[in-house]
C-alpha cells in the first residue's frame, strides 16, 4: 500500500532489506487470498496492519534519517511521496472509472464517483464510516473499498513529520511522543470496539497506534546504529527466535481470526507485534534470509502497492456483474490479471517514474491529475457524466432496490423513551406496537397511507424496531450495540394501556435458518451457561431463544393484548431486482429476464422456522399472517407486479413503494373501518417480459 511500496529503496540502497520486501509479499498474498477465498485464510485482513507496522518503520526511518543528517525538508518528502503514489493510484482509478461507466446501473455509477473522489483526496475511510449501515450495500459491491488504507496512511502522513520535527531537538522526544500517541490510539481502539466497532475500523485515531509501533522500531534502531555504528545486531539465537515468534503470530492471526471478531481490538495486538518482532529480528535470520529473502517473495513485495489497488476492484466488478453467480474460474482469472496488471503497472509506470531525475514538475502535474481526477468523480456522483446504462430502461429496478422509506418524516421519537428506535405516529384511544427488525420496518410505507386515509377512529402506530435486531429474548450479537435493550423496550411500550395490538416480523429464516446473505453477524443466545449460535435450528441455543421467544408472546396475550405473528416474507437472493437485468462482461446490453420461482420451493425453504412460529402462535393464541400466501399466486412468485413495478428491494426485503400501493395484509391490524380503497394489482408474471 502507499508509502509501504518500495518505501524501504527511497532512503539509500545499504538500508534495503529484502525480508521487508517479503514481508509486504506476506501482507498483500493474505490480503488477496482472503478476498478470493476467504475460507482459505479467514483472517487474511491483518495483512493490512502488516502493511500499516512496515509503513511506520520506514516511514520513520526516513524521516529521523534525515533529521539526523539535517538534510529533511517538508517539500522533498511530500514530493517523495506524490511520486510513489500517485502513479499507480491514478491508472487504477481511472481505469475503474471505466469499467464502472461502462457496466454499472446509474446508483451504483455514483457511488463509485463519490468513491474515485475519496479516494483521490485520500478520504476513503472516512466516506465509508459515513456510508456503514444496515442496508449499506455489500463489501463486494464497493470496487474502491479497499483504498480506507490508503487514506489512513496519507493522513499519518500528514501529522508524523511534524511530530517528528518538532520534537527532534530533544534526544528522546520523538520516542517519547510516539510512545504517547500509541498509548492513547490503542487504548481509545480498545474503549470503543465493543460499542462502536465501524468507528473503530476506519477512523485514523484508532488505527495510528499500528504506524506508531513501526515508528517506535525505526527510532530504537537508528539510535543503536548511530551509537554502535554498525547494523543493528547480528543474527543470533535470540535474533532467529524473534523471528520465529513473529511469524508464527503473523500465521495465527491469519488463521485463527475471522470476519465475525470484533476487530482491530485487542487482537490487532498480535499481527502488528508479529511484524515489529520480524522486522527488528533483521535480514540475517534464517527465516528472513531464506523465507522472506527469496526471489519469489520479493518479486511480489516489489509489486504489493499496485497488486493491492488492483486486486479489489477485478474482484468486486466479477461480484457486480456476476451477483452471486461468480465461478472459481473467474475469481481466479482476475486474481491472475490484478498480477498482471500490478506487474505493467511498476514496470511502465512506477518505476520509470521513481528513477527520473527529480524535478518540480513531475510533483505537481501528478498531483494535478489526480485532483482531476477526483473533480471526474465528483461529477459522476452527481451523475452529471452519465452511464451508458442510462440508455437502457433501468429507472424502476434502481429505485426499487435503493428505496428507503423507514422512518419516514412523520414518525417521531416516542416521549419518555431514551432510545432512537422507539417511534410513533398518529393518535387515537388504541395503539398498535409494531415490533421487529427491518422485516417489521418494511411494512411502515403502506401503515402510514392507511393512517392518511383513515376518516373516523384515527390510529395510533408506534415502532420498537431496529434493522437486524431479531426481537427474540436472550439472542445477541456483537457488531450490533443498538440492539441492546430493544427487547425491554418494546416490552415496556407493549405493557401501556392504550396499546391493545402488537405485530411482532423479523428476519426468521435468516436468524435461524441463516438464510441471509453472507455478512460478519454472529447471532448467539447469550446466558450464564450457554453460547450458541442460533443458525441450526434445532441446536440448544434456538430451542431456548424460541422458548423465551414463547414466553414473551405469552405475557402480552395474557396481558389481554391481541399479537399477530408475521411468517417469513418469500426469501432468496433471486428476489432482487437487480437479479432482473442480466448484465455479463460478454453481453452488456441489461436485458430483462425475470426468474420462475415456484412457491413450493420457497415455503419448503422456509417450512422449519413456519413450523416452530405456527406452534408458539398455537400455545399463546396469537394470531398468524403469512406474507407468502399474498404475495405468491398459481405457484409461482412473481418479482414483478401487474404494473411492471419490482416487488422487492433486495432478496428478503419488500419494495417500499410496492408495500404502499399493494400490500394489504396488516391493514387489519389497525382496526379502521373506514378505510378510502386503494387499486391494488394482484402480483403476477409479465410473460411477455420471460426471454
Same mark, same amino acid.
Given at each position: ?247 508464527? =503470530? &503473523? $500465521?495465527?492471526?491469519?488463521? @485463527? ?9 485487542? +487482537?490487532?495486538? !498480535? /499481527? ?91 510533483? =505537481? &502535474? $501528478?498531483?494535478?491529475?489526480? @485532483? ?9 456522483? +452527481?451523475?452529471? !457524466? /452519465? ?92 457488531? &450490533? ?211
Amino acid at each position: 500500500m502507499s508509502g509501504t511500496a518500495q518505501a524501504s529503496h527511497s532512503s539509500t540502497q545499504n538500508d534495503y532489506r529484502r525480508d521487508i520486501d517479503g514481508l509486504r509479499a506476506f501482507a498483500i498474498l493474505s490480503v488477496l487470498l482472503y478476498h478470493a477465498e476467504p475460507t482459505w485464510v479467514p483472517g487474511g485482513f491483518v495483512g493490512v496492519d502488516v502493511f500499516f507496522v512496515i509503513s511506520g518503520y520506514l516511514i520513520s526511518r526516513i524521516i529521523l534519517g534525515r533529521l539526523n543528517a539535517g538534510t529533511f525538508t517538508f517539500t522533498d518528502f511530500y514530493a517523495r511521496r506524490i511520486r510513489r503514489i500517485f502513479p499507480a493510484l491514478t491508472v487504477v482509478l481511472s481505469a475503474t472509472f471505466g469499467i464502472g461507466w461502462y457496466c454499472l446501473f446509474p446508483d451504483e455509477y455514483s457511488m463509485l464517483g463519490k468513491h474515485i473522489a475519496g479516494g483521490a483526496g485520500f478520504l476513503s475511510n472516512l466516506i465509508l464510516w459515513k456510508e456503514a449501515g444496515y442496508f449499506d450495500p455489500a463489501a463486494e459491491f464497493k470496487p474502491l473499498l479497499h483504498l480506507w488504507s490508503l487514506g489512513i496512511e496519507e493522513q499519518f502522513y500528514l501529522v508524523w513529520p511534524l511530530l517528528l520535527v518538532f520534537t527532534s531537538k530533544v534526544r528522546r522526544g520523538p520516542l517519547l511522543i510516539m510512545g504517547l500517541i500509541a498509548a492513547a490510539s490503542f487504548l481509545l481502539n480498545l474503549a470503543w470496539i465493543a460499542d462502536h466497532g465501524v468507528r473503530v475500523f476506519y477512523l485514523p485515531i484508532t488505527r495510528f497506534w499500528e504506524l506508531a509501533a513501526g515508528g517506535m522500531l525505526a527510532h530504537v534502531h537508528l539510535s543503536l546504529e548511530a551509537d554502535r555504528n554498525r547494523a543493528v545486531r547480528p543474527a543470533s539465537p535470540l535474533q532467529a527466535a524473534k523471528s520465529a515468534l513473529g511469524f508464527a =503470530l &503473523l $500465521l495465527i492471526s491469519a488463521f @485463527a481470526f475471522s470476519r465475525q471478531d470484533l476487530y482491530p481490538g485487542w +487482537r490487532a495486538a !498480535l /499481527p502488528v507485534l508479529g511484524t515489529v518482532l520480524l522486522i527488528d529480528a533483521g535480514a540475517d535470520t534464517p527465516l528472513n534470509r531464506r523465507v522472506l529473502g527469496n526471489r519469489a517473495m520479493v518479486f511480489v513485495g516489489v509489486i504489493s502497492y499496485p497488486l493491492y489497488l488492483w486486486h479489489w476492484p477485478l474482484l468486486s466488478f466479477e461480484h457486480i456483474i456476476a451477483r452471486d453467480e461468480v465461478t472459481h474460474a473467474a475469481i481466479w482469472g482476475a486474481v491472475a490479471a490484478a498480477f498482471i496488471l500490478a506487474w505493467a503497472t511498476y514496470r511502465f509506470i512506477e518505476r520509470p517514474i521513481r528513477h527520473s531525475p527529480p524535478n518540480r514538475r513531475t510533483p =505537481l &502535474l $501528478l498531483a494535478g491529475t489526480l @485532483a482531476s481526477l477526483g473533480l471526474v468523480g465528483l461529477l459522476d456522483f +452527481r451523475l452529471l !457524466l /452519465p452511464p451508458r446504462s442510462n440508455s437502457f430502461d433501468v429507472r424502476n429496478i434502481v429505485q426499487a432496490s435503493t428505496a428507503i422509506a423507514f422512518p419516514g418524516p412523520r414518525l417521531h421519537q416516542v416521549p419518555g423513551e431514551r432510545s432512537d428506535n422507539a417511534r410513533e405516529q398518529g393518535s387515537g384511544p388504541h395503539a398498535v406496537l409494531f415490533m421487529g427488525d427491518s422485516q417489521i420496518e418494511q411494512y411502515y410505507p403502506r401503515m402510514d397511507w392507511v393512517l392518511s386515509q383513515q376518516r373516523e377512529r384515527p390510529a395510533h402506530i408506534l415502532y420498537s424496531s431496529q434493522g437486524g435486531c431479531p426481537p427474540v429474548p436472550g439472542v445477541h450479537e456483537d457488531h &450490533l450495540p443498538k440492539c441492546e435493550g430493544l427487547i425491554e423496550q418494546g416490552m415496556r411500550i407493549a405493557a401501556r394501556a392504550d396499546v391493545d395490538t402488537i405485530v411482532i416480523a423479523a428476519d426468521w429464516a435468516g436468524y435461524f435458518l441463516n438464510l441471509r446473505p453472507p455478512d460478519n453477524l454472529d447471532y448467539y443466545y447469550r446466558d450464564a451457561t450457554l453460547r450458541g449460535s442460533l443458525g441450526d435450528l434445532e441446536s440448544p441455543a434456538s430451542n431456548l431463544a424460541l422458548a423465551r421467544f414463547q414466553d414473551m408472546i405469552g405475557a402480552m396475550t395474557g396481558a389481554g393484548k391481541q399479537v399477530y405473528l408475521v411468517l417469513p416474507s418469500p426469501t432468496g437472493r433471486e428476489f432482487g431486482p437487480r437479479k432482473i437485468v442480466q448484465r455479463s462482461f460478454s453481453d452488456m446490453s441489461f436485458k430483462l429476464r425475470l426468474p420462475v420461482i415456484s412457491a413450493t420451493n420457497i415455503e419448503s425453504r422456509v417450512a422449519p422456522i413456519v413450523q416452530a412460529l405456527k406452534r408458539i402462535a398455537a400455545r399463546t393464541n396469537a394470531t398468524l399472517i403469512d406474507p407468502i400466501e399474498h404475495l405468491c399466486n398459481h405457484d409461482i412468485c412473481p418479482v414483478l407486479a401487474a404494473d411492471g413495478e419490482p416487488m422487492y428491494k433486495d432478496a428478503s426485503h419488500l419494495s417500499p413503494l410496492f408495500v404502499r400501493r399493494n400490500v394489504r395484509y396488516l391493514d387489519q391490524v389497525l382496526k379502521s373501518t373506514s378505510v378510502a380503497p386503494m387499486t391494488e394489482t394482484t402480483p403476477h408474471v409479465h410473460a411477455t417480459l420471460l426471454q
